[in-house]
């Protein structure tokens, strides 16, 4: 089972990235993706996720308008693409999955505080945002 992130990078304020977490081992498909991202010394912050059934999107505030969550299951790849980036958004960018077929995790918002439960965590990429 593995989950890798990948398309972090330095770049300017108000730029764009997009990472992508591309899966294995496991049915993609049948997961819950969520996006996280961590600053050294601070506490890990849920971005958001998408469902696996329908691919429901939701949002934690302080993204909403500027990051976007999509998932291509053929791909095995979800991907999170952030836009309008700030310095602020410096960090570590992390993905999990959790087996969880039910919308309403996500549509609910319930992703969001789901803590530490997550089934599969990727190893992290490097976001850097200058100014």
């Known amino acids: 089972v593995d989950l890798v992130e990948s398309g972090g990078g330095l770049v300017q304020s108000g730029g764009s990235l997009r990472l992508s977490c591309t899966a294995s081992?496991?049915?993609?498909?049948?997961?819950?993706i969520g996006w996280f991202r961590q600053v050294p010394g601070k506490e890990r912050e849920a971005l958001g996720c998408?469902?696996?059934?329908?691919?429901?999107?939701y949002y934690a505030n302080f993204v909403k308008g500027r990051f976007t969550i999509s998932r291509d299951n053929a791909k095995n790849t979800a991907y999170l693409q952030m836009d309008s980036l700030k310095p602020e958004d410096t960090a570590v960018y992390y993905c999990?999955?959790?087996?969880?077929?039910?919308?309403?995790?996500?549509?609910?918002?319930?992703?969001?505080?789901?803590?530490?439960?997550?089934?599969?965590w990727g190893q992290g990429t490097q976001v850097t945002v200058s100014s």
């Open positions: 999990a999955a959790e087996g969880i077929l039910n919308a309403g995790f996500v549509i609910s918002g319930s992703c969001i505080n789901y803590g530490g439960f997550w089934d599969y």
């Open positions: 081992g496991f049915t993609f498909g049948d997961y819950v």
């Open positions: 998408i469902s696996a059934v329908d691919s429901s999107t």
